[in-house]
C-alpha cells in the first residue's frame, strides 16, 4: 500500500494588495504607452514575474541615467525610491508613475515626521533593501540615523538612554525579531517614540502566521519565492523556528528537493507576497504527479480582501 502524503497548504500565501497594484500598474502603462516601459529597480523581487514583464517590453533600471529615450514613462517599484529618485526624474522631465506600496508610503511620512521632530532615527531592517535605501532616502539630514536588524545591535548604538529616539521598521521583516529588538528598544531608551500600529504589513504578519500554522503539522516546508525576495526568506525562516524540521526556498516547479522530500510524509507550502499563485500550482501539480497519494489539507489563518486603488 502506497503511504499518504499530506501536503498543507498555507493560506494566505502569494500576492499581495501591493504587489498587485504595482505590477497592474506596470501592465496598464504598457496598454497605455507601448514598450518600452522603464522601471526603477525591480517591481517586485520575483524572477517569473521580472522575466514576464521584460519579455513585454519592461526594462529595469537601478540609475534614472540608463534611461535612453526620455519621452517613456518611469515606473517606481512597489519598495518605494529615495526622495532623490524623484527630484531626478524630475530634472531630467520623466513623467513618474509611482507604484510605491502604500504602507511603505505610510513608514515615507512617518520617518519625515521624525525628521521634523528632531528625532534621532532608528530604522529597523536591512540597510541594503531597496525598501530601507528608499526610506532613509526621505530625509536629507541622515547624522542621526541608525539602521540596525537585530536586538544585539540595539546595545552598541552609541546614544545615551536619554536620547531623543524614535523608530521605523522595513514593511517585510519577521514579526518575531521585530519585537524582540523593539523590547530591546524600550528597555535601552527612556525616551522612545514608535508608533501605535507595528510598520510591519498585513500581508507579511498573515503569511508569517499562516507558516507558523502549518510548520506545526509539516515536517517539511516549500517556500515559493525569489533568493532575493525579503518576505520570503522571512517565511523560511519563520517555517524553521516553528517546528518544521526542513524547509526551502524555490523559485519554481523545477527546483523541488526530490532526493531530500523523499524522507517526509508530511510536507507544507506556502509562497512569498511577490510570488504568484501559477507558481504554488505548478509545485502541486509535481507533487500530485510525483505522489501517488496525495492529501491535501488547506490551512487558513486569515481572510484577505484588502485592495490598493491605483
Known sequence: MTDTINLYMAFPRGFCAGVKRAISLVEDALTQYGAPIFVHHEIVHNRYVV??????????????????????????????????????????????????????????????????????????????????????????????????????????????????????TQTTLAVDDVEKIMTALKQKFAYLQDFKRSDICYATTHRQAAIKAISEKAEAVIVIGSKNSSNSLQLKKTALSSGARKAWLIDDASELPWNELIEFKNIGISAGASAPEILVQQVVEALKNHYENLKIHDVIVAEENIEFKK
Open 51 to 168: 522575466e514576464k514583464l521584460k519579455n513585454k517590453g519592461v526594462i529595469f533600471i537601478e540609475n534614472l541615467n540608463e534611461v535612453f529615450d526620455k519621452s517613456r514613462p518611469i515606473v517606481i517599484s512597489a519598495h518605494g525610491a529615495a526622495k532623490e529618485v524623484y527630484d531626478t526624474a524630475q530634472k531630467l522631465g520623466l513623467k513618474i508613475i509611482d507604484a510605491t506600496c502604500p504602507l511603505v508610503e505610510k513608514v515615507h511620512k512617518q520617518i519625515k515626521r521624525l525628521a521634523e521632530q528632531n528625532k534621532i532615527i532608528i530604522v529597523i531592517g536591512k540597510a541594503k533593501h531597496p525598501e530601507i535605501i528608499g526610506t532613509i532616502g526621505q530625509i536629507e539630514k541622515q547624522d542621526d540615523l541608525f539602521v540596525i536588524n537585530s536586538f544585539e545591535e540595539v546595545d552598541n548604538l552609541p546614544l545615551d538612554q536619554d536620547a531623543d529616539v524614535g523608530v521605523v
